[in-house]
């Protein structure tokens, strides 16, 4: 189950997540990576070119960023 996101859009071509949390009792299901990747299409449905992770450096972020060759 996922905890909160959020997902703000700017007059620039970016969207943000400011931020994402999954709970404990779900975490190791990859359900972060689901979120993003549907973030990042919801971005492009809106128009934005760029999607921009506003949110602390964890391993998995880092793990994310590395599998799909974003910059970190």
């Known amino acids: 189950m996922v905890k909160q ?6 007059p620039i071509q970016v969207a943000t997540v400011h931020l994402l949390a999954v709970s404990p009792s779900y975490q190791g299901r990859s359900l972060g990576i689901k979120i993003l990747e549907e973030a990042m299409k919801i971005a492009v449905r809106n128009g934005k070119k760029a999607l921009r992770l506003d949110v602390p450096k964890t391993p998995a972020l880092q793990i994310f960023c590395t599998m799909k060759k974003y910059r970190n």
């Open 5 to 10: 996101i959020g997902i703000w859009f700017t």
